[in-house]
């Protein structure tokens, strides 16, 4: 089994509509958790950190659920330029520091 | 503000050749990692650098080799060369505070090996 699990889609979504990502993961020494998107042939860039309170930012709101151990990814008003593979991250702390990578979720929002 | 820069951006080798990738991190990062990624695949964990110390190692053949230099860059070195080694490899750069910061990515170089 994979230390970080991602549903690869695709994810076939409208303009507008609302699409939620989950990621799980299987090491509860994880602490830290972040969001990246993958463009075809591009590095992944960071999208946001993942905070225990969760946390917002526009139409993008992360949350953390270390009691079920998953992160998730919300995106409203859903618009062409998010289609994109959107890559769950996370690291360990203690002893190694490896930022570990989730198989990616891709999604394609269509007109 | 600078960001991790690679180079070279596509390099074309033939099997059994070397080649060496490099790598300027962010100054104020003092963290390195190198990542592998296949077609279709998610980034795999070669190695990492924390300051001018190897750090710790993921699935890295023996026929590679990574060093860090006081100057900020860093250098991965393939030898042998095979097919399968074809892929994108990133760098990124964070920093360590407790709980490491997010990672910051070169924009990759494309390793074709013929």
């Known amino acids: 089994r994979k230390e970080v699990e991602q549903d690869p889609g695709p994810f076939n979504v409208p303009e507008g509509a609302t699409v939620a990502f989950n990621c799980t993961y299987s090491?509860?020494?994880?602490?830290?958790f972040f969001w990246y998107r993958q463009d075809c042939r591009k590095e992944p860039k960071l999208l946001m950190s993942?905070?225990?309170s969760g946390n917002e930012d526009g139409r993008f709101t992360a949350q953390l659920n270390r009691a079920s151990q998953y992160i998730s990814l919300l995106i409203r008003d859903s618009k062409l330029s998010d289609s994109a593979t959107y890559l769950c991250v996370v690291t360990r702390t203690g002893g190694s520091y490896i930022p570990t990578f989730g198989r990616g979720t891709s999604l394609i929002v269509h007109p | 503000a600078a960001g991790v820069i690679q180079s070279p951006r596509h390099l074309i080798k033939e099997k059994r050749e070397t080649a060496t990738l490099k790598c300027y991190r962010i100054p104020r990062h003092d963290t390195v990692y190198w990542y592998q990624q296949g077609p279709g695949q998610d980034p795999q964990f070669l190695i990492s650098?924390?300051?001018?110390?190897?750090?710790d190692k993921g699935s890295i053949p023996d026929r590679f080799s990574a060093q860090q230099f006081s100057d900020y860059h860093s250098e991965l070195n393939m030898s042998s060369l095979e097919l399968g080694d074809s892929a994108l490899y990133f760098c990124?750069?964070?920093?360590?505070?407790?709980?490491?910061?997010?990672?910051?990515f070169g924009n990759g170089t494309r390793l074709t090996v013929t």
């Open positions: 090491n509860s020494a994880s602490q830290s």
């Open positions: 650098f924390y300051e001018k110390m190897q750090s």
């Open positions: 993942v905070y225990s």
């Open positions: 990124a750069s964070s920093h360590r505070q407790g709980a490491i910061s997010p990672l910051h």
